[in-house]
């Protein structure tokens, strides 16, 4: 199993930081000049679907193998084309139909060690309660007349 990448990688060559295919690379480097062509092809800017949609497709699929550290790499590159935490918990939550658990317990582990490197914004707070109006604000609307009783009106 190739080493869990924590960060993503800056190089070209190697943009998911995976380490073992930087050592594949130079064994073979133009076997390795192909895989980036191919790579650059299937998951680069060109193309109908955008980088965001492609990696969430690749993500679901690597989860549903059970490879964890690829689905952190491609979230990590998910994020950097705008994806949000929402919409990589609903890529995991549907590689889950075809999947199964295993895809499930994996994207959300991978989801929370990315959270856990601090992936994410905070929260922000939750808007405040509205507070009560106290007993000496004035209601809104004058209250109705209260009605007459019978037999009560005033003598003249």
Request: glycine fraction near 8%.
């Amino acid at each position: 199993m190739p080493a869990k990448t924590t960060k993503q990688s800056k190089d070209i060559h190697n943009p998911y930081g995976y380490s073992d295919m930087d050592w594949a690379a130079a064994l073979d480097p133009a076997y390795a000049a192909a895989r980036t062509e191919v790579r650059r092809l299937s998951m680069g800017e060109d193309g109908t679907l955008s980088v965001k949609v492609k990696e969430l497709i690749v993500l679901g699929i690597l989860a549903s193998r059970g490879l964890q550290y690829g689905v952190e790499a491609h979230m990590r590159r998910a994020l950097d084309y705008g994806a949000t935490k929402d919409e990589l918990f609903e890529a995991i939550k549907a590689a889950a139909v075809p999947g199964g658990g295993v895809a499930y317990s994996v994207g959300v582990r991978a989801l929370q060690a990315l959270e856990q490197d601090g992936a994410f914004p905070p929260p922000s707070p939750p808007p405040p309660a509205p507070s009560q109006r106290s007993k000496a604000t004035p209601p809104l609307s004058a209250p109705p007349p209260a009605p007459r009783r019978r037999g009560t009106a005033a003598k003249r």
